[in-house]
């Protein structure tokens, strides 16, 4: 097929194909907010979503033939917020003592949804934001995440389980006036 784009689309698309920059204007900030449900904190979000814009501008090329390029470009960023909490996790084990923890932290104030999002592992946490936050199907939450859609589903009610308990109990740490 000819790339030049005239009289041949790719199979499922009606529209030609926008350039990077037009993208990334578009769609920066709702990267931006899927980022900082996974990782909770501004400074963190930003270089996700940079991250993410650098990787999909490098193959933009194959990105941009997606037939889905806003899906594509979820899971670039997910793929790359679950490696970076991993080579953070081997980096924190490789340079922390043997047998000390960090003190578990027990706010006096109102716990907030990202706190408690805290609490799930990378990957339980990036199922949550995906399905329930985003509305993605499991079907797609398990392509995304490249497992079974039984294994989302078990751990997202397993997550949705430990909120539940934590945000239970939210009225215990709220201030009262």
Known sequence: MPENG???EAPGR????????TFARARQRRLYRTAY???GDPETARDLTQTTLAKLFQHWRRASAADHIEAYARTVLTRTYLAERRRRLRDLLAHSRP??????????????LLSAL??????A????????WEDQSVESVAELLNCSESTVKSQCSR???????????????????
């Not at 047998?99 to 006096?108: L, M, N």
């Not at 934590?166 to 201030?175: C, D, K, N, S």
């Open 14 to 21: 009606s529209r030609a194909p926008e350039s990077f920059e």
């Open 37 to 39: 449900l996974l990782c």
């Open 99 to 112: 047998g000390s923890r960090p003190a578990p932290e027990h706010a006096d104030r109102r716990v907030t």
């Open 159 to 177: 997550s949705l389980a430990k909120l539940r308990a934590q945000l239970g109990e939210a009225h215990i740490y709220t201030t009262e006036s």
């Open 118 to 123: 805290a609490v799930l592992p990378p990957r």
């Open 125 to 132: 946490r990036a199922m949550v934001v995906l399905r329930y």
């Open 6 to 8: 005239r009289g041949s």
